[in-house]
């Protein structure tokens, strides 16, 4: 007999079902019992004779056999009348570090992180890198679908893509390198080098003195870099329309999850685009809040969201035009003082930077100077724009800041399985 996964069982074709999972409830009367089982696709109930019972403990991992029948009452109106369960991954503990079975896990953030292995059985807790996965399965998608290509770029490089200190130090053999802030400058290249359209999906290292709840060490992102565009708005077209097809992919993949979390994502989002200077003025005559000098600040993307929420009924917001001394070095200048770039404010919280990157090796190589660096530093990235670099532009999506703001969660830790902070290192 063929194992079958809990999901798959109230619309299988056959009665007699082999099941393995962990148990995840159990409730006993006087000659049978109630055994809620759990796997990686939900959770079913089990009636079990009084003797099959002994022996059974929370979280011991099981393969049962019986017969499907159902039953209204029962979670997903179907349970399993039980002939046989054997043990096949013992349990030694005297009590759980923190619970399983309930909705949520009740323990302090620092307590789930601290038991992962464990917080992460939870339903609820699951359910939020389920919505994780397809976030990324729907970037993959969205964007293969739209001529790009898939790239896998170096974490050990030999200079920070954006310079500063918030660079983690590597001993390569007798070098000294960097792992990387982000893939920013091969992610270019390959544009240059014919791939025209490029993503990746992979790990970014600051190392920022932040222990806050929107900050990670180490996090996921998204990226993309597009060739040929015209200006800054094909880019924020692209995350538009990369936002829209999420949510509908979602809809499809995850509805189990987003119930869980009580969240219903809109048909449609239409992003308005608002210049800084702008929302600077917006915030200070609406709220009286006065901004940093070229940015916005953690309180300000909160109240801005308010705003677009109350005046746009969405809960985007582009922000565009900053400033060239607050953005990276190869940032295209408007010939205005600002730069082709952008900000996305989701519910109060920045998810992505972008906008247009200097295309020209003259302009690139004289810009690199007035930052302050030696472009020799940069040799095999500003050389790469000797040959015919197109126009270009992209952005770059943190995995774990939309998937709090999808889901409401409260810490950017929750969307990390194993988080990497200023104080945590394990598990």
């Known amino acids: 007999m063929e194992r079958i996964y809990i999901e798959d069982i109230r619309k299988s074709k056959v009665d007699r079902v082999l099941l393995r999972g962990w148990v995840h409830k159990v409730k006993e009367f006087k000659d049978f019992g109630f055994v809620q089982l759990r796997d990686k696709t939900g959770v079913i ?35 399993v009348k039980v002939y046989s369960i054997e043990v096949l991954g013992k ?12 909705y949520k896990n009740s323990a302090h953030l620092e307590t789930e992180l601290d038991y992962r292995y464990i917080s992460l059985r939870a339903p609820k807790v699951r359910a939020t890198f389920k919505v994780q996965e397809e976030i990324t399965t729907a970037f993959r998608d969205y964007l293969k679908a739209n001529k790009f290509s ?4 170096p974490k050990i490089i030999a200079s920070g893509t954006e310079g500063g200190s918030e660079l983690f130090t590597v001993n390569y053999f007798d070098n000294r390198a960097f792992l990387a802030q982000s893939p920013q400058f091969y992610k270019q290249m390959m544009v240059g080098a014919g791939f025209e359209r490029v993503f990746e999906i992979g790990h970014a290292y600051r190392a920022e003195l932040h222990n806050t709840w929107r900050h990670l060490n180490e996090y996921v992102s998204l990226d993309a870099e597009m060739g040929f565009i015209k200006d800054e708005n094909d880019i924020m077209d692209l995350e538009e329309g990369f936002i829209n097809y999420l949510f509908g992919h979602l809809k499809k993949t995850c509805q189990k999850e987003l119930e869980m979390y009580d969240v219903n994502l809109p048909e449609k989002v239409e992003i308005p685009r608002i210049p800084l200077a702008e929302a600077h003025k917006i915030l200070l005559d609406k709220y ?14 909160v109240l801005i969201s308010k705003y677009v929420k109350e005046t746009y009924d969405t809960d985007f917001v582009f922000l565009t035009e900053y400033p060239i001394a607050k953005r990276p070095m190869y940032t295209m200048p408007d010939g205005k003082g600002n730069t082709r770039s952008f900000d996305l404010i ?11 990157r200097i295309n020209d090796y003259e302009m690139l190589k004289e810009n690199i100077k ?17 040959y015919g670099m197109p126009p270009h532009g992209g952005f770059a ?12 969660l409260q810490n950017v830790r929750e969307a990390s399985t194993f988080p990497r902070d200023m104080k945590r290192i394990e598990p």
């Open 45 to 79: 109930q089990l009636v079990v004779d009084k003797d099959r019972l002994k022996g059974l403990r929370l979280e011991r991992s099981v393969e049962v056999t019986g017969t499907k029948v159902e039953n209204t009452k029962a979670i997903g109106g179907v349970e």
């Open 91 to 102: 349990t030694y503990y005297d009590m759980l570090p923190i619970p399983v079975n309930e």
């Open 150 to 153: 898939e790239i896998y770029t």
């Open 288 to 301: 009286g809040k006065r901004s940093p000098v070229g940015n916005i600040d953690a309180e300000g993307e």
């Open 346 to 356: 989701y519910k109060g919280l920045e998810i992505t930077t972008g906008g247009q």
């Open 370 to 386: 007035k930052f302050g660096f030696n472009p020799d530093d940069y040799g095999f990235y500003l050389e790469s724009f000797r």
């Open 397 to 408: 999506i943190g995995l774990e800041r939309i998937t709090i703001k999808i889901l409401n």
